[in-house]
């Protein structure tokens, strides 16, 4: 497994911006995929965005397409996602996760999850 530590999170203002990292070690030597997810209060964990091994290849969830940027450092192990344009809506517990091979959407894909950070949106 991968252990992964997420930072970054904080409360910002409607229309603010954020940006989240997730700084990942251990079975860094095999190709993974990296996702991100968000669970907010009362509500199921969803599929955020996604990145390949390689990082040419991203993918996210239709809220967040042209707000959100995922990229992946250059040493791979390091995977950010740019929050721009926050609104209330996107308040959440935000988690990286990792899984071998390829991004999916599905949780149950993903075998290695940091411990979640706070990004609260408000006023």
């Known amino acids: 497994q991968v252990q992964l530590v997420e930072s970054g999170g904080g409360l910002v203002q409607p229309g603010g911006s954020l940006r989240l990292s997730c700084a990942a070690s251990?079975?860094?030597?095999?190709?993974?995929?990296m996702g991100w997810f968000r669970q907010a209060p009362g509500k199921e964990r969803e599929f955020v965005a996604g990145i390949s091994w390689s990082g040419g290849s991203t993918y996210y969830t239709d809220s967040v397409k042209g707000r959100f940027t995922i990229s992946r450092g250059d040493a791979k192990n390091t995977v950010y996602l740019q929050m721009n344009s926050l609104k209330p809506e996107d308040t959440a517990v935000y988690y990286c996760a990792a899984k071998p091979f390829f991004v999916t959407s599905s949780i149950a894909d993903y075998d290695s999850w940091g411990q979640g950070t706070q990004v609260t949106v408000s006023s």
């Open positions: 251990g079975r860094t030597f095999s190709p993974y995929a």
